[in-house]
């Protein structure tokens, strides 16, 4: 199931940055005490109390003292974060009080029915009541004071966003028997044309501007008996590159797709290669676990000898050093070349990432590993590994008992891993490998 997605949204300068930096424990907005300096969205995974949640920073909202264009933009906007959110925190500013645009962000928030906590920032004194009672006034329940910038009931404010979040289960979009294949990647690379081009019919729009698809659309598709459900994605754009509101929410549109995939096409134009955004989006989908292929679109427009494929792949695999294991294919929409591939590629990573590996022959291969190239020492020290089972798929996970985690060195990790993968076909599908301390009484 797709993580929620809870959105801060507030008027300029009423610390929704440093309400996020603090939320998700780290510096990862940039902090000036000047309106409008958060100008890109902003996301970060959030867990509390085992509850995983995606927070997203909003810039300010201004909806007065603008030039009409500017007001309908950050309007619409506005309206964009809170329609894709499941959760929307209000922030507002208990030191400047109540301003004109704090009531029309609340009448926007009212009409969209979407539940909501009032934040009352840039609050110390809580036991006087007075500070907050103003803010009753818009209608939004009752206010919950923090002070973003030290840390004070920032736990409250946490507890309380678990407490409205949806229940985390099955995700009732996603048939057991289909598989759910998300095209990802960055605008105008051939998403959607790829899309039409396996349905064999015109279902989503195609256009030669950038940023034609603004939401996530799923068409689903049987082929050969196996059912799959596409999912054609608005492209990720550099965040340098964004300009029009109505594109920015497309990111998390996208990043959506991909926590609810359970196989991700990174689509890349063959004319442009591949880009720093292309590595970012691939980024995501390695940590996200998810079964993934390379799809190089638009390679009718190359010029190629017989060399050509094989040096474009070459220099693809150096640049995307953590996802040797996913399938590259070259294809092109317009010509339908390789197209047919596809999902069978999709079909075939998909069992990978579900394939099981008994106990008995992870451990006889982990022990032929060992043997072939035992351990390095740390300070005298030999890491002992005592025995190692599957605990999950999607991605395959494998854990392993070891006398001490800390000598296990990453150099050896990747080692062993690969030598699961010379022993199953793992092809398609990253692989976490989880180690853990077993005492001298086999307790963990």
């Not at 939004?140 to 409205?164: E, F, K, Y």
Request: proline share 4%; charged share 25%.
């Amino acid at each position: 199931m797709a993580k929620p997605i809870v959105a801060i949204v507030g008027r300029p300068n009423v610390g929704k940055s440093t309400l996020f930096n603090r939320l998700v424990g780290g510096m990862t907005a940039i902090v000036e005490d000047v309106p409008g300096v958060t100008r890109d969205r902003l996301y970060r995974d959030v867990n509390w109390v085992n509850v995983d949640f995606t927070l997203v920073d909003t810039g300010g909202i201004s909806l007065t003292g603008f030039e009409d264009s500017i007001v309908l933009q950050m309007k619409a906007q506005a309206e964009l974060a809170i329609q894709e959110s499941d959760l929307v925190l209000f922030v507002v500013d208990g030191r400047a009080g109540l301003l004109s645009d704090d009531f029309e962000i609340a009448d926007i928030l009212r009409r969209s029915s979407k539940p909501l906590i009032l934040v009352v920032n840039k609050i110390e004194d809580f036991k006087n009541k007075a500070l907050i009672t103003d803010f009753y006034t818009l209608g939004m329940g009752d206010p919950l004071p923090v002070s973003a910038a030290h840390g004070m009931n920032t736990g409250d404010l946490l507890d309380r966003i678990v407490q409205h979040l949806p229940i985390q289960g099955t995700d009732p979009d996603n048939n057991e028997d289909a598989i759910n294949v998300a095209f990802v990647g960055r605008p105008n690379v051939g998403k959607s044309s790829l899309v039409n081009a396996l349905l064999g019919e015109q279902r989503v729009i195609v256009s030669d501007t950038p940023g034609t698809t603004r939401d996530a659309i799923d068409t689903y598709i049987s082929v050969e008996g196996q059912r799959f459900i596409l999912v054609d994605t608005a492209g990720m754009r550099r965040k340098g590159k964004i300009e029009v509101p109505t594109e920015r929410y497309s990111v998390i549109r996208s990043l959506r797709a991909i926590d609810r995939a359970e196989v991700a096409l990174l689509i890349i134009d063959a004319s442009e290669g591949l880009t720093e955004q292309d590595k970012k989006i691939a980024g995501y989908m390695h940590e996200s676990g998810k079964a993934a292929i390379v799809v190089i679109n638009k390679w009718d427009l190359i010029v190629k000898d017989d060399k050509t494929l094989r040096k474009f792949e070459e220099g693809l695999r150096n640049e995307l050093g953590f996802l040797q294991y996913a399938p590259v294919i070259f294809v092109s929409a317009v010509t339908k070349q390789r197209i047919h591939k596809i999902l069978e590629l999709c079909r075939v990573v998909a069992e990978h990432a579900n394939l099981r590996v008994s106990t008995a022959n992870l451990n006889k291969a982990i022990e032929e590993a060992v043997q072939l190239n035992p351990p390095p020492t740390n300070k005298g020290r030999m890491l002992k590994i005592f025995y190692s089972t599957q605990s999950g798929t999607k991605p395959p996970t494998f854990v392993l008992f070891v006398n001490d985690p800390e000598l296990m060195h990453f150099s050896y990790l990747r080692y062993l891993e690969n030598k699961i993968r010379q022993s199953w076909d793992f092809s398609g599908t990253p692989i976490k490998i989880i180690v853990r301390k077993r005492d001298q009484t086999g307790q963990t």
